[in-house]
């Protein structure tokens, strides 16, 4: 898959240009809101200074890891605080790639387009394996495509952009996998929080030298401009992904570790429940407007959003473009997401007003 520039910021800008009223449904950035306790970390580390305002340990304030740590349940020593789930993705490829023991990157078809992004950046080739049509994914069909070159196996549950939700025997196939490969696992589990199924399972769930759990606070605190995300690896990995980390980045932005420490710590699990619920509302109404509309959709397990299928209108930036014009409602064309689902659009659901959205693309599709 080419990767030239973040389709994502091409179709932002375009909607953002529009003279006319857009419903933007293109990004991933939460608009539900942050739990108030953010806002009060972030007031609580303004007035501290002095040294709280120099470099933190490059690996991650050490709280932060430890309340991490504990989460997890694993040793605090396994966590590496990062620049969002994107560097921890990054620091994970970079690790399965750099050991010698090959490199190819087996990745989902839908993907969510930073995977072959960074494969290419990396020096890595890109494996392709297709999903179903509902996303999920088959690990026998991973192992036929895994090879003695097979470095990395890349998974998202939930996904982007499927919503699929891969379940325990999914990932344990897929760890397993990976050991028989000489592989790692690059578990992205940045939407773990966003799963209205119930069989979400962390690949944590499984011990092994051969998988990195990636993570984030981006979407579960609606914080994706803090960049705070982290990664869990074994201890055979830790240090040299901790050391492209310093030397990437030195560390991760410190007032964003100390209020995303405070939010952990003083955040009701309501808050999330809150936000899945009203997901779970968003989800509803946009499907059953889409039912209306006459068009196919995945029904998400997990995630925020929705891939649609409308008759004879592929999911091409031109289309996309033309929903900007023509219907106010900004999606994501499919082809951004590999090949598999080039007929499809995908509409984040980052906005109350997903019924109106749902209605002017039916209003469009009837005149057309
Ligand atoms: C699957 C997946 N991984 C990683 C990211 C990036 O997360 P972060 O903002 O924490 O870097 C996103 C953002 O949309 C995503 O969808």
């Known amino acids: ?195 209205y199924s119930g069989r979400f399972t962390s690949a944590l769930e499984f011990d ?21 995300g982290y990664c869990i690896a074994p201890e055979s990995h830790v240090e040299p992904m901790k050391s492209r980390h310093m030397l990437t980045n030195v560390a991760t932005s410190r007032p964003a570790q100390a209020a995303v420490l405070h939010a952990l710590r003083e955040t009701d699990p309501d808050y999330y429940e809150q936000t899945r619920e009203t997901l779970r509302e968003r989800v509803d109404t946009f499907t059953s407007a889409l039912d209306d509309a006459g068009a196919e959709y995945t029904e998400p397990d997990g995630a925020f959003y929705v891939l649609a299928r409308f008759p004879d209108f592929p999911g091409t930036l031109e289309n996309t473009f033309e929903l900007i014009d023509e219907a106010g409602v900004a999606g994501m064309p499919g082809s951004g997401f590999g090949s598999a689902r080039e007929e499809w659009l995908r509409f984040a659901l980052v906005t109350p007003r997903v019924e109106e959205a749902a209605d002017r693309l039916a209003a469009y599709f009837a005149d057309r």
């Open 208 to 228: 092994s030298e051969h998988r990195v759990v990636v993570n984030a606070f981006s979407k579960s605190l609606a914080i994706t401009g803090f960049r705070v």
């Open 1 to 195: 898959m080419e990767y030239e520039e973040p389709l994502f910021f091409r179709v932002m800008e375009y909607a953002a240009n529009s003279d006319a009223d857009v419903i933007d449904m293109v990004s991933g950035n939460p608009d539900w809101g942050s739990p108030p306790a953010l806002a009060a970390g972030l007031h609580e580390y303004a007035d501290t200074g002095g040294r709280q305002f120099q470099y933190p340990p490059s690996e991650g304030l050490r709280e932060l890891r430890e309340e991490i740590a504990a989460r997890r349940q694993v040793p605090v020593e396994q966590v590496v605080v990062t620049n969002g789930a994107g560097e921890a993705n990054y620091l994970a490829m970079g690790r399965a790639l750099e050991r010698g023991a090959g490199d190819e990157v087996v990745m989902t078809d839908p993907v969510y387009p930073y995977y072959p992004g960074k494969t290419d950046m990396l020096g890595g080739e890109q494996v392709f394996v297709e999903t179903a049509e509902d996303g999920s994914l088959d690990p026998a069909d991973v192992r036929a495509a895994a090879s003695e070159d097979t470095a990395c196996i890349v998974a998202t549950t939930p996904n982007n952009p499927t919503g699929a939700v891969y379940g325990e025997e999914t990932m344990r196939e897929l760890v397993a996998v990976a050991e028989d490969h000489d592989a790692i696992l690059v578990s992205d589990e940045v939407y773990d929080h966003f799963d």
